[in-house]
């Protein structure tokens, strides 16, 4: 069974600190490379950041290069998002999955997200 349980998110002033956390199920986690995205209200999901299962990392918005840092535990399952300076335009739902998304029954499976509220 596919699972992805997204945590951490919140309210935060512009300049502060997140750390989002995902648990996915092992048989996912330990053979995919893991990203994690996010959805603006109005917006399309897009990639945020990825990290292979070897700790290779890649930054997909030019925006978060320097403040976000992905990262992951391989005995726990779990994969991270430490998310600094934050900026009102971070505002969104922040979703963690495979590099592509996992497919059940024919559709992306995507987990409940985390909400992240930036105020200025």
């Known amino acids: 069974q596919v699972q992805l349980v997204e945590s951490g998110g919140g309210l935060v002033q512009a300049g502060g600190s997140l750390r989002l956390s995902c648990a996915a199920s092992?048989?996912?986690?330990?053979?995919?490379?893991m990203g994690w995205y996010r959805q603006a209200p109005g917006k399309q999901r897009e990639l945020v950041a990825a990290?292979?299962?070897?700790?290779?990392?890649?930054y997909a918005i030019d925006s978060v290069k320097g403040r976000f840092t992905i990262s992951r535990d391989n005995a726990k399952n779990t994969v991270y998002l430490q998310m600094n300076s934050l900026k009102p335009e971070d505002t969104a739902v922040y979703y963690c999955?495979?590099?592509?998304?996992?497919?059940?029954?024919?559709?992306?499976?995507w987990g409940q997200g985390t909400q992240v509220t930036v105020s200025s």
């Open positions: 999955n495979t590099i592509p998304p996992v497919v059940v029954s024919g559709r992306n499976y």
């Open positions: 990290i292979t299962n070897g700790g290779y990392t890649n």
């Open positions: 092992g048989s996912i986690f330990r053979i995919n490379a």
